[in-house]
């Protein structure tokens, strides 16, 4: 990932407290070719699971995903707080998510119907629940 990528997710993610607990976790893509996307995103899935916790609630981050607006994201963050529970975030790559994670998500979200480049959604993503939270905590960033 480019320097711009780790700098942004690390101010953003900086900001959020330390109940939080925010941790990415950044696993290789398959090799790709013109003929064997499929067997690279079969890799990253298996990849992908074997990092999820098997308790984790697991959300896909997917095109065909609920939209939310900011708001709505703020209120499932609460939700997602108050249950205690640790949830996974997955961003595929450049070729989608597997079936079997998205199989195992408990919610799927879309970020944007635009298609974003890898590493602007991650940057995105830590901005967005850090917006969340500041909704919530009653920070002024949000506005």
């Not at 893509?29 to 999820?52: D, P, T």
């Not at 065909?64 to 607006?69: E, F, L, N, R, V």
């Not at 961003?91 to 408990?106: N, V």
Request: glycine share 6%; charged share 20%; aromatic share 8%.
């Amino acid at each position: 990932m480019p320097d711009w990528v780790y700098q942004g997710c690390s101010e953003y993610s900086k900001r959020l407290p330390r109940e939080f607990n925010f941790e990415i976790v950044e696993l290789p893509l398959g090799h790709r070719n013109k003929n064997n996307a499929e067997q690279a995103v079969l890799a990253e899935g298996q990849a992908m699971n074997r990092a999820i916790g098997d308790a984790d609630r697991v959300v896909a981050l997917d095109l065909t995903g609920k939209p939310w607006s900011t708001e709505q994201l703020a209120k499932q963050l609460g939700e997602w707080q108050l249950s205690g529970d640790n949830f996974s975030l997955l961003i595929g790559g450049p070729d989608g998510l597997a079936k079997d994670c998205l199989a195992r998500a408990d919610l799927r979200w879309s970020l944007s119907p635009l298609t974003l480049p890898h590493p602007l959604v991650r940057v995105l993503l830590v901005e967005q629940l850090y917006r969340a939270w500041s909704i919530n905590a009653n920070h002024p960033y949000h506005r």
